[in-house]
């Protein structure tokens, strides 16, 4: 089963957003093992985000999401990574697909709620920045057969 990092960013937080963003992914079928709240350290920020070091927006997303408390979440399930990404949407909210995380919640690109994995590889790589092996729950759920066939 894939794993990937979700993020509740300093926006979603403070709308009061969390419980619904959370509720999607669970209401889905996926399951959670990894979740806590925590304030990203410019540190990490710089670390979590590298690929995007020396573009334009740079320094605004760092602000950003060191801003306030975020939500970091792990979910595991089948094809969860590109199944997240599908149910986040696109970047820009306004491009967004209708339905979608950001579409429904989000309006300016700097603004959009959620973070999640691009890749397998990606996702093992954000998880280990932001959560320490004992922070993962590993556990069953009787309903699975109702969910995976
Ligand atoms: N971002 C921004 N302006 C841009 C592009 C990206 O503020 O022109 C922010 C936005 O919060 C986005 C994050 O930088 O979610 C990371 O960008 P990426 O291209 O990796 O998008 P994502 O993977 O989050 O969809
Ligand atoms: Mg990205």
Redesign the pocket.
């Known amino acids: 089963m894939e794993r990937t990092y979700l993020m509740v960013k300093p926006d979603g937080v403070q709308r009061n957003l969390t419980g619904e963003i959370i509720s999607r992914f669970e209401k889905k079928g996926f399951k959670i093992i990894g979740l806590k709240m925590f304030k990203i350290t410019r540190e990490l920020a710089e670390k979590h985000?590298g690929e995007?070091i020396g573009k334009p927006?740079f320094t605004?997303?760092v602000d950003y999401i060191t801003s306030g408390p975020v939500v970091g979440i792990v979910v595991e399930g089948k094809n969860v990574v590109s199944a997240a990404r599908e149910m986040m949407g696109a970047?820009d909210p306004l491009k967004a697909a209708p339905g979608t995380i950001r579409s429904s919640y989000g309006i300016d690109?700097?603004r959009?709620v959620i973070?999640g994995s691009?890749s397998v590889t990606s996702s093992a790589r954000e998880i280990a920045i932001f959560f320490k092996e004992g922070e993962l729950v590993e556990y069953s759920r009787d309903l699975d057969r109702w969910i995976y066939e």
Do not use: M, R
Request: charged share 10%; no cysteine; net charge negative.
């Open positions: 985000y995007h927006f605004s997303l970047t690109i700097g959009n973070h691009d």
